[in-house]
């Protein structure tokens, strides 16, 4: 939380970005990550850990419950942090890496067969994962 809070600034991706972008360069469409992004994925339930210990929260969290991925970022100077889901973790990850929206996707469905690349990506462009995109043949 202290890297996103110290990263550089830049402003969010607007979420209608992507409806600029010609069909025939979708698949090779490259989403640059917001500077403060960063993926944490975890063997322990690190987002219950944190609610657990937040004002109000009651300190108790169930180890057992697994682990989580999470995302945490500063879009719009506020330091947030986001649970992801298996396939929208791998999206965000592959992206963040520097791969292809058709080769993210490609992450994203093995490891969320039910992964829905639609949703997760208006999900993100509306939380400010990303600031910036490149639209190349694929």
């Known amino acids: 939380m202290n890297e996103a809070h110290f990263a550089a600034d830049a402003l969010p ?7 600029s972008v010609a069909p025939d360069l979708i698949d ?4 640059s990550p917001h ?13 219950a850990i944190w609610e657990a210990n937040q004002e109000g929260g009651d300190g108790v969290v169930d ?11 500063r879009p719009k100077l506020t330091v947030v942090y986001r649970p992801l889901a298996a396939g929208s973790f791998a999206l965000v990850a592959a992206l963040a890496g520097g791969t292809t ?3 993210a996707a490609a992450a994203a469905e093995t490891a969320d067969p039910t992964f829905d690349l639609q949703t ?19």
Request: charged letters at 15%.
């Open 63 to 73: 180890l057992r419950q697994g682990g989580a991925n999470v995302a945490v970022l």
């Open 13 to 19: 991706l607007e979420p209608g970005a992507l409806a």
């Open 101 to 103: 929206l058709a080769e």
């Open 35 to 47: 500077p403060s992004l960063r993926l944490v994925a975890s063997r322990f339930p690190i987002d």
């Open 120 to 138: 997760a990506l208006i999900d993100h462009l509306v939380t400010g994962t990303f600031s910036g995109l490149v639209a190349t043949p694929a």
């Open 28 to 31: 090779g469409l490259r989403l």
